[in-house]
């Protein structure tokens, strides 16, 4: 089928203003008496905060004001952001306040802002609001904090054990008393931040005439944060209108609401001024959320001939000291880890525990990359042990295709059955293998090691959750300029999302996206929605658009069909006209087609049709649709200096039907650099103190471009039944097999020596000691 | 506070202004001159966001002062298209190979680039990667960056052969 836009490399429609630097992130955003907030941020992992005194901050030149939890709370219905996902295991409730004032559970928790003209004197001003702290014991790491007898993170708790459930179906007992093989490993996995380039930041202003209040913010969820704060203000929604503006980045961390975006709109009603804040980068690795530690217990049973009997194990893991979102990561993390295979019987006993660090949530991928790198660490402990090829072993596991759909024996945490829709899992690692010559590797590695190098060849599976419902708002809207106007709940951070939509309702609508005006992530223009995460915007927006777009559509022919006296089956839309097919002279401007449907007073509409030409959807699609790929990894090993190098990432991506190749090569090829990030560097490291010890770009690292290894990206496409444009989520798929691939591929290289790789990241410091054991002499 | 008055030229244009002497390069070109197309991603010189070009050369505006470019010329990224509104070579090439996502790093790597191209207008790939290796990017994975200036590099050795 050919189409104008859909499934085309078009150029972006976000890209001339970025590119020209007349974009507009927030801290772009320049309002007349707009006043800089600072904040005061506890230096402890827990204390109590004995007193707190603001005058020496308050009698500074250019303080207009300092406010504490205290002064919050006069003007807020509550002062904690109650914004877990509802679940029923949860043993605490721990909502974050939105300025601390008695206990201070970690570095970087705000205590008091800092009002000022200018943010050098806010911040000037922070290092002189003066507070006493009780210093309290703290509790840094998970595994601690469950021992009998350990301090607790809140001291108000009789323990830190703040939410316990076991995930799995089948019976796994009898599935591993009579298995052939059972293999275990404990495993340890950290993920650090996110790390967009832009920080977090926002800006709220109450408007003199109307008194609505407006949050600008870098925030992944615009719609979430409005009602939220008409709830946390006790105002009706009408009143309270928050926009994410350009959004340097989000990946995860955004989705979260934040006490500081609570704390910025108060501020700025209480001095009814313009109140800006934006976190610096050091701010962020205390106060923004991260994912953390997870520590895994697991076990596989199979039988002679490497077919999985069942899984068992545990899982501990890092909340951090609140919840600022819910369960979602180690949820992820235990759902994700048997998808791509068929595994009859699983259990995961999961304890989340709370820390003194910074609260957990999610970042790109969502605990999903840890549960895959468990599941593939078990399968090349079996296959080793068993002398079967990796790819062997996997292949005779994979849920096959003509299996599809494949219930799985659970639920998401909605609630909702596993199914994966589609896909053909063994084709794509059939795929993976053939294009990245994993049958000739055990040559070339024979032929390095004999030069003294250590190379070695690795591989991954994933099958992903994608397209988190219940539904995502698109209106569509032909304009009486001619144009036509998309309004979404959807929200933008980087992925093309308007270029997405405009490729959608383009196709539709005429075929050119530069007609298309899309409005992303502004309650004022639109009434319910989400946001961007879980990969879900453009499976659920999509949708959304392109049903709205049909039904546009099929109004504008009516309406065409009336004025050019011609039938609508015969009629076509084509750049900015309708026309006759097979009359091109015969035809009308949208724009006469949208000024028809305005009336005329006292006139009737053409065909006595209802005014207007607009369709608002909301695809309700509660099932999430499964993603699926598979990653051959390639490393170098240096014995001498224990650093790894990765020489080649062979990916094969099946997404369903793809809309712009381009955006999504972007989206896999970025995601797959976060995960050679979290297989090789990113640390976010807490001493014993609950003291964060990497909080800058020089401690904390990020990838960067010499450390990109070339990569053979390739797709294939089956569609999902599930929605009507056959698409699946991209935005992280690249980051989840990464850790896995990357640590078979350094154990094949060291397997002359027996290292077993069992964490992530695998730093320099940790492989040398590995290589120390296992006897290794340079 | 402290105060000088600085004149410094930037994008062609010369700007007399008084500014805090502890004010950086990058504040004062965002918040004092309102060109906020040079961002700030980490304002401790490790990012590569802010990065404009000072005489020529480029430089983190994050870890300057604006008083200590009293005198020089800056070029930021809304210097880069043509006085008629042409893009750069290298802003159309990263448009047309998807080189930036979030956009918030591109105004750094532009002009970087932009020093690379014209000391180096026929790069090899990995002399591409070591310019940017200062430019941290969290979103392309740097691989369509690195192919848009690649072809950058060409558009403008047959539009302006040496």
Known sequence: MTTKTFGKRTRRLEDPDLLRGKARFVDDIHVDGMLHAAFVRSPHAHAKIVSLDTANALAMPGVHAVLTGEDLRAHALSDRLAVALPDRVYKQQRNRPILVDDETVYVGEAIAMVIADDPYVAEDAVSRVDIEFEVLPAISDCRQALSPGALNVHSDASDNLIAEFTSGYGDVNSAFAGAAHVFGESYWQHRGCAHAMECRGCLAAVDPLDHTLTLWSSTQTPLMGARLLAEMLGREEASVRVLAPDVGGGFGPKLVFYPEEAAVAIAAIVLNKP??????????????TQERDQYWEAEIAVDDGGKILGVRGSLLHDHGAY??????????????????????????????????????????????????????????????????????????????????PFKKGFVTRGGIPIVLDSGDYPACQADAVEKAGWADFPARQQAARAEGQYIGIGMANYVEGTGRGPFEQVSVKLASSGLIHVATGAAAMGQGTKTMLAQIVAEQLGGVMERVVVTTGDSAKIAMGFGGFNSRQTVMAGSSAHLAALKVRQKILQVASHLLEADAADLDIDGENVFVVGAAGMKISLRQVAKAMIGSAGFTLPGNLAPGIEATENVVIDAMTYANGCAVVEVAVDLATAAVTVTRVVFVHDGGKIINPSIVDGQIIGAIAHGIGNALYEWMGYGDDGQPLTTNLADYLLMTSTEMPPISLSHRESPTPLNPLGVKGVGESGVMPIPAAVASAVEDALSPFGVRITQVPIRPNDLAALLDKAGVVV | MDQRRITIGVNGTSFSETVSTRTTLADFLRHQLRLTGTHLGCEHGVCGACTVLLDGRSARSCLMLAVQADGHQITTVEGLESK??????????????????????????????????????????????????????????????????????????????A
């Open chain 2, 84 to 161: 008629d509104g042409v893009l750069h070579p290298l802003q159309q090439a990263f448009a047309d190979h998807h080189g930036l996502q979030c956009g918030f790093c591109t105004p750094g790597m532009l002009t970087t680039l932009v020093e690379l191209l014209r000391d180096n207008p026929d790069p090899s790939e990995a002399e591409v990667r070591m310019a940017i290796s200062g430019n941290l990017c969290r979103c392309t994975g740097y691989q369509s960056i690195v192919t848009a200036t690649l072809d950058a590099a060409k558009r403008m050795r047959t539009e302006h052969p």
């Open chain 1, 275 to 288: 109140v800006k804040w934006i976190e610096d980068r050091r701010e962020h690795f205390v106060s923004t």
């Open chain 1, 323 to 404: 919840t600022a979102r819910g369960l979602t990561v180690p949820q992820g993390a235990v759902s994700a880890l048997t998808l791509a295979y068929v595994v009859p019987a699983y259990r995961m006993d999961v304890k989340v525990v709370l820390t003194n660090k910074v609260p957990v949530t999610p970042v790109r991928g969502a605990g999903q990359p840890q549960g895959i790198f468990v599941m593939e660490r078990l399968l090349d402990l079996a296959a080793r042990t068993l002398k079967i090829d990796r790819a062997d072993i996997r292949r005779r596991n994979l849920v096959p295709a003509d299996a599809m």
